[in-house]
């Protein structure tokens, strides 16, 4: 029973990356041309074989099983702020946002949050300028002329549970160095809606 809500949940997770991914285009990439490519080609293998998404999306967009990163020594530690391009409804969110990072064990990002629509799905980004500068600009990307999607960029699933409510982690392998300035929270399907920011 346990494992039959653990599978459903990976699933759903699993759908809400292939939205974000799919909507990646249409509001909180860097506008180049060549993102929606790039998200379109991630988007297909994973669609047309159905018994390799969990594993293969899980770790990209979220990992369950990664030490948090408040629980590694030498973590960032940001609080976040409300962005004015907020959805109404969501003056309420808070929260705090942990970067972890080593140079064999790569990135860890934890995300914190409280005050969000109840049992609606998120996502953020690390981004590549700070809060106060175009409300993080756009994403931090490993390779400039890379896919906007993981993992050349750091996208993290957050599922509000009923109680507007979420903790998630997602790791990659490489650290972001100082190139990644702040984590950004947008609602899927609406990524030109930025939440809240930290700063890194
Ligand atoms: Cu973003």
Redesign the pocket.
């Known amino acids: 029973m346990i494992r039959g809500l653990v599978r459903g949940r990976a699933s759903a997770m699993a759908v809400a990356g292939l939205v974000v991914l799919a909507a990646l285009a249409a509001g ?1 990439g860097d506008g180049s041309t060549s993102d929606s490519g790039a998200a379109a080609t991630t988007v297909s293998p994973s669609a047309s074989a159905s018994a390799s998404v969990e594993p293969s999306m899980s770790p990209m967009m979220i990992n369950p099983s990664a030490t948090p990163a408040d629980r590694i020594a030498g973590a960032q530690k940001s609080t976040f702020t409300l962005l004015s391009t907020r959805p109404a409804g969501l003056d309420g969110v808070s929260g705090t946002a942990w970067l972890a990072q080593n140079p064999t064990t790569g990135t860890t990002l934890t995300v914190a949050v409280t005050g969000l629509a109840p049992n609606t799905h998120y ?3 690390l ?1 590549a300028k700070p809060c106060s500068v175009d409300n ?1 600009g756009g ?1 931090f990307k490993f390779d400039p002329n890379g896919p906007a999607a993981p993992p050349n960029e750091v996208h993290l699933t957050v599922d509000a549970d009923s109680a507007g409510a979420s903790t998630a982690t997602v790791t990659n392998a490489r650290p972001v160095g100082e190139a990644a300035r702040s984590v ?3 609602p899927v399907g609406a ?1 030109d809606k ?1 939440v809240a920011c930290a700063d890194f």
């Open positions: 909180c996502i953020a980004h981004h993080g994403h950004v929270i947008h990524l930025r």
